[in-house]
T-cell receptor, first 113, second 115 residues
Framework: AQTVTQSQPEMSVQEAETVTLSCTYDTSENNYYLFWYKQPPSRQMILVIRQEAYKQQNATENRFSVNFQKAAKSFSLKISDSQLGDTAMYFCAGGGSQGNLIFGKGTKLSVKP | DSGVTQTPKHLITATGQRVTLRCSPRSGDLSVYWYQQSLDQGLQFLIHYYNGEERAKGNILERFSAQQFPDLHSELNLSSLELGDSALYFC??????????????FGDGTRLSIL
């Protein structure tokens, strides 16, 4: 069975600072993909970043980057220069051969001015 | 704007009733996924269609059914509704079928409230 675990229910960060959200996953599949989604108070689900588990290089999208540790099955999200608009729930998700995503329970991030 | 359209945005109905949720995928996307988001269960996968065919089922109740039509839009039918069915229902679409690793783009969801 595939599992995705987010151990931080809530986090806060000061505006302009850096924060890291943790995620671990477990799967027996080699062809696995990992994602971070953001859900702001508007409840939309917005794709933040995608990582292919067979690639060692960490994905980066502007202020968002991942630290992917394959051996540890760890997939953390780093947000640099945090902005007030980054306040949201962040979900880590994994997808394998079935195609559907398995989501973690989420981390509620608050960016404080 | 993700390009995925879900209607209606809100639905309020009573126990025992039946509702239909509709989803139009992004242009060019052949896969449609349905997810349920509730406070106690989190985000759970319900069902996946690819180009009109059912490809995978998750934690979907027998009271729920779905289909994908030739124009690729999809409908999720929920019947004999119970209070516990109150949730936010998301549709997501992607280009490929299972295992392709293509990112899924989500609609804004339909919020279903059962009174």
């Amino acid at each position: 069975a595939q599992t995705v675990t987010q151990s931080q229910p809530e986090m806060s960060v000061q505006e302009a600072e850096t924060v890291t959200l943790s995620c671990t996953y477990d799967t027996s599949e080699n062809n696995y993909y990992l994602f971070w989604y953001k859900q702001p108070p508007s409840r939309q689900m917005i794709l933040v970043i995608r990582q292919e588990a067979y690639k060692q290089q960490n994905a980066t999208e502007n202020r968002f980057s991942v630290n992917f540790q394959k051996a540890a099955k760890s997939f953390s999200l780093k947000i640099s220069d945090s902005q007030l608009g980054d306040t949201a729930m962040y979900f880590c998700a994994g997808g394998g051969s079935q195609g559907n995503l398995i989501f973690g329970k989420g981390t509620k991030l608050s960016v404080k001015p | 704007d993700s390009g995925v359209t879900q209607t209606p945005k809100h639905l309020i109905t009573a126990t025992g009733q039946r509702v239909t949720l509709r989803c139009s995928p992004r242009s060019g996307d052949l896969s449609v996924y349905w997810y349920q988001q509730s406070l106690d269960q989190g985000l759970q996968f319900l069902i996946h269609y690819y180009n009109g065919e059912e490809r995978a089922k998750g934690n979907i109740l027998e009271r729920f059914s779905a289909q994908q039509f030739p124009d690729l839009h999809s409908e999720l039918n929920l019947s004999s509704l119970e209070l516990g069915d109150s949730a936010l229902y998301f549709c997501a679409s992607s280009v490929g079928s299972q295992g392709s690793g293509q990112p899924q783009h989500f609609g804004d969801g339909t919020r279903l409230s059962i009174l």
